[in-house]
């Protein structure tokens, strides 16, 4: 009896699990789609205008940029709990380097988010998400279709590029803003005896997308191989 009972909240806790998941990356995809969807609308109504800047872009896809890559963090929770059997540290990366340019930069630091990288972002990320959580998606279900399964592993060698691109223009015009108001930094002397530049942390962030980005893009390329090629997929 007490195997069998064992056994049922097994049972039971996997169902709780998919569910749940099911619901989350439904959720999510929703969410991206509406961002695609505002920034594609936007695009095509202001394209004779777009010159190195996209006024008015922020404003249309605001909410749903900060709803659901935050929501992205539970992702993290997802691999630490093993829900997942995504490797926790390029989880990590992933998702910290999006939430920090999404709060950091675009919402507190004045100036940032009328620059034209917020449109590469939101095509990169956007069309990134909206195909990674119907992945995982149907994934769940049971079946995959092939174009969503292709898209996965093939879009990420255009999209991933102009993201970091995109990521970097928000950074770099960030920089000025972030040194002349010494915006986060704590300077000597002061009780605690100790200092911090934001400013340069962020010239420090920058930099890691140089051993990082190489790392991360290979792994992708490699799944790409394991998928495309034939072996049945993993959940990343």
């Known amino acids: 009896m007490a195997v069998t009972t064992a056994t049922e909240q097994r049972r039971e806790g996997s169902l709780l699990a998919k569910a749940y998941l099911l619901v989350y990356n439904g959720l999510l995809t929703a ?20 010159n190195g800047s996209v006024p008015g872009l922020y404003k249309s896809i605001r909410w749903p940029l900060q709803v659901f890559q935050t929501a992205a963090l539970l992702e993290i929770v997802h691999s630490l709990i093993g829900l997942v059997p995504s490797g926790v540290m ?3 990366m992933q998702v910290y380097s999006r939430v920090f340019i999404t709060w950091a930069m675009l ?11 917020l449109l590469l972002i939101a095509f990169a990320w956007g069309v990134t998400e909206v195909v990674r959580y119907s992945y995982y998606f149907f994934s769940l279900v049971g079946s995959v279709p092939y174009p969503i399964k292709w898209c996965r592993y093939t879009f990420f060698y255009i999209l991933y590029p102009v993201g970091v691109v995109g990521e970097h223009m928000l950074m ?18 002061n009780p605690a005896n100790i200092s911090f530049s934001f400013y340069y942390f962020l010239c420090f962030f920058m930099l890691l997308y140089i051993p990082l980005f190489p790392l991360l893009y290979g792994h992708m390329i490699k799944q790409r191989k394991k998928v495309i090629g034939g072996v049945k997929p993993k959940l990343e």
């Open 90 to 92: 390029t989880t990590l």
């Open 31 to 50: 969410g991206w789609s509406l961002l695609v969807f505002n920034t594609v609308q936007y695009t095509l109504s202001h394209a004779a205008s777009i």
């Open 172 to 189: 770099f015009t960030a920089l000025p803003v972030v040194k002349a108001r010494g915006q986060w930094s704590y300077s000597l002397p």
């Open 107 to 117: 919402e507190f630091t004045p100036g940032v988010s009328g620059n034209l990288g």
